[in-house]
């Protein structure tokens, strides 16, 4: 948002008006400053009058759609849904469940949970989840259901003859890329197994936030924060140290989110990404030398595990140790998987709440558009999909439109938003950069359909 007002004060003229910038989803907009005023006012008003239901709307469609969540959420023709979790632990999965749980039990639905991912539900590792059986989950880190990377291909018998024998009409996957192939495979399984024609949906639960058809991820915030929180940790006892450089690497896989977001936010001097290859000359070890001579005695350098399979860790801690003797000594930290656990931030607490309520309301009328002679049967591509944030909405998008989208050798998708992002962490570093400003916010004015979008 800092560079965007920076933007539009040099795109600015005597005639632009005062403005205001705000987010909607992951999308930077302007809002004409006096009409923020006026709304703000006219919410105000409707609460001074006891006009609830006018003031509600008048906070916008993302305050509405929370407080329903929260109604649902706080307050206790049946179908059987099972939900699971699928792939590496990520904190929020435990939300994520709770409300897929219990917004089932509000639609009058019964719920199973399966433990351990689809292992689990060849192994029969199912039972039925009441209301307090979730009770307290939302804070909690990791997997209480267990989670595990198997994929679903190995086990259709198993999987079909439970699925019968429990009468599952639904299924709800919370996890990261191998939720995802779990859904490709069970496309491709309907085509063998009438009984995996039911609805399900994968809900991106990842710390690498590398999920095709969704911006954002349940867990990739705690594990910035994580990351963000490690950095000053290891940077505090060296307040006293001068001419020290910290070379630190994330998890990721072959997706340089973790590293991206968290470089910006701690203020780092690089960091290195699969998706920007990199040479030795960009090491960037003079600049580092040219930073020793300044005030700032301290530098930061983030990599993503797998950013280069001969530039390691080690390697770029050897590089510095020996270029930058006599000038600044270097420490390295692997920070592993202590970025999956943890308490999950409010983020994404709320996120994977919604996302749960979202997924299961999706998921009940999905049900009942595939009841067909006293049976589900659901064999649409729209009937197996991906819930993903997309700029500034939730939406389904069948699995099998997304394999066009994505890179599977390297996991990732094949478009990443915040790559538009790279250049301002180099421009905070002071390097001699220019910033591409072809995709910046343009102004935007507000209307009583308008104003939620954008979070006023």
């Not at 004409?32 to 006026?38: A, D, G, I, K, R």
């Not at 600049?287 to 797998?306: A, D, I, P, S, W």
């Not at 938003?417 to 507000?446: G, N, Q, V």
Request: glycine residues 10%.
């Amino acid at each position: 948002m800092g560079v965007e007002a920076v933007m539009a004060l040099l795109e600015g003229t005597p005639d632009t008006p005062a403005c205001v910038v705000s987010l909607s989803g992951n999308q930077a907009v302007y809002l004409p400053l006096m009409e923020c005023v006026q709304v703000t006012k006219d919410v105000t008003r409707a609460m001074d009058d006891k006009k609830f239901d006018e003031a509600m709307k008048l906070r916008g469609q993302s305050f509405m759609n929370n407080w329903e969540v929260y109604k649902l959420v706080a307050h206790s023709g049946s179908h059987t849904v099972a939900v699971m979790n699928v792939g590496a632990p990520a904190a929020g999965m435990n939300a994520a469940v709770r409300s897929t749980v219990r917004i089932g039990l509000i639609q009058g639905n019964q719920v199973l949970v399966v433990h351990d991912g689809f292992e689990g539900l060849a192994k029969r590792q199912i039972e039925e989840a009441g209301w307090s059986y979730v009770g307290g989950w939302t804070g909690q880190g990791v997997s209480k259901l267990g989670t595990k990377r198997t994929l679903p291909k190995k086990s259709f018998e198993q999987i079909s003859a439970n699925i019968t024998k429990f009468n599952i009409q639904g299924l709800v996957i919370t996890g990261g890329f191998k939720a995802y192939i779990g859904g490709l495979e069970l496309m491709e399984g309907r085509k063998q197994f009438d009984e995996l024609c039911i609805p399900f949906v994968v809900i991106p639960a990842t710390v690498s936030n590398n999920i095709p058809g969704s911006d954002f991820s349940i867990g990739a915030d705690t594990a910035v924060n994580t990351i963000c929180t490690t950095c000053y940790r290891i940077k505090q006892p060296a307040a006293g140290t001068k001419h020290r450089v910290f070379i630190i690497e994330t998890m990721g896989g072959y997706c340089g989110y973790l590293a991206t977001m968290a470089g910006l936010a701690a203020g780092a001097d690089a960091a290195y990404i699969f998706e920007e290859p990199f040479t030795i000359r960009d090491l960037q070890v003079e600049h580092l030398v040219q930073k020793m001579k300044t005030t700032v005695k301290r530098g930061l350098v983030l990599r993503n595990e797998k950013c280069n399979e001969n530039y390691t860790t080690d390697f770029i801690f050897n590089l510095y140790s020996e270029e930058g003797k006599g000038i600044f000594d270097s420490r390295k930290n692997v920070l592993g998987h202590m970025q999956q656990g943890g308490s999950p931030t409010p983020f994404d607490r709320n996120f994977a709440t919604k996302m749960g309520a979202k997924a299961m309301n999706w998921m009940s009328g999905k049900i009942k558009e595939s009841y067909r002679n006293g049976r589900i049967f659901a064999n649409t591509p729209d009937s197996g999909c991906v819930l993903g944030m997309r700029k500034r909405a939730l939406v389904f998008q069948p699995v099998a439109e997304l394999k066009d989208q994505t890179d599977f050798e390297h996991r990732i998708p094949k478009e990443q938003w915040w790559l538009k992002l790279r250049p301002i962490l180099k421009i905070l570093a002071k390097y001699e950069i220019d910033l591409d400003t072809s995709d910046h916010a343009h102004l935007e004015h507000i209307s009583r359909k308008r104003c939620g979008e954008a979070g006023v």
